[in-house]
């Protein structure tokens, strides 16, 4: 999981009810990401920041919202909107390549239930 | 859009044999082309990748191909073992971008 932390392993949520799910990195990546992974597919995209204090939707954004205040800490918020949130959330963050190419490296995942 | 398909979903092989997951990406300016092995409940863990001035690399047991004309990329795992178990990503993405377009997964089992 090299210096990427995700926190906590398991997060419940109630109907209606926003939760935020943490991501820390202490690699001094500048771009971080967030993933969701559902049973039988691959990761999809919710959002990416390259910068901070600036991020891009991924494809699929609706019912979820970011924030990048500081370098090492990229925070996903599962808003009330998100119908579907039953969900593992992976958070990545890149080293530039040294050739070309982004290389992602990937935390544990927060596992995301609905009450 | 861009797309990655990944074959096969599942695959079987007895300790010892072979393992080939093959994937083809839509996007022809891919550059860069990672895999991931993922362990039950944790995330996923690079393996190996390889970028679109070599067509092959190896690192022990794994090695990855690219046919960068046909839009293929390859993972080979030789002499299977028990601990290999797990499912496996490809991705694509172009340089400077940062975003990897993954494919839908292969879980392989090896049975002792």
């Known amino acids: 999981d090299g210096g990427i932390t995700q926190s906590p392993k398991y997060l419940f949520r109630k109907e209606g009810q926003n939760v935020t799910l943490s991501c820390e990195q202490n690699?001094?990546?500048?771009?971080m990401y967030w993933y969701r992974q559902d049973p039988g597919q691959g990761l999809r995209l919710i959002y990416y920041?390259?910068?901070?204090?600036?991020?891009q939707k991924g494809d699929i954004a609706e019912g979820y919202s970011v924030s990048r205040e500081k370098k090492e800490s990229f925070p996903l918020t599962v808003t009330s909107a998100q119908k579907n949130p039953t969900a593992f959330y992976l958070c990545?963050?890149?080293?530039?390549?040294?050739?070309?190419?982004?290389?992602?490296?990937f935390g544990p995942g927060t596992r995301l239930l609905v009450l | 859009g861009e797309n990655v398909e990944q074959h096969p979903s599942t695959l079987s092989v007895q300790e010892g044999d072979s393992a080939v997951i093959k994937c083809t990406y839509s996007?022809?300016?891919?550059?860069?082309f990672p895999w991931y092995k993922q362990e039950l409940g944790k995330g996923p863990q690079l393996i190996i990748d390889?970028?679109?001035?070599?067509g092959e690399k190896k690192d022990q047991r794994i090695a990855v191909t690219l046919n960068k004309t046909a839009k293929h990329f390859s993972l080979h795992i030789t002499e299977t073992q028990p601990e290999d178990s797990a499912v496996y990503f490809c991705?694509?993405?172009?340089?400077?971008?940062?975003?990897?377009?993954f494919g839908q997964g292969t879980t392989l089992q090896v049975k002792p």
């Open positions: 990545a963050s890149t080293s530039p390549g040294t050739s070309g190419g982004e290389t992602q490296y």
């Open positions: 996007d022809s300016a891919s550059n860069y």
């Open positions: 390889i970028r679109s001035n070599v």
């Open positions: 991705a694509a993405s172009r340089s400077n971008t940062g975003k990897l377009i």
């Open positions: 690699l001094n990546h500048d771009a």
């Open positions: 920041s390259q910068i901070v204090n600036d991020f």
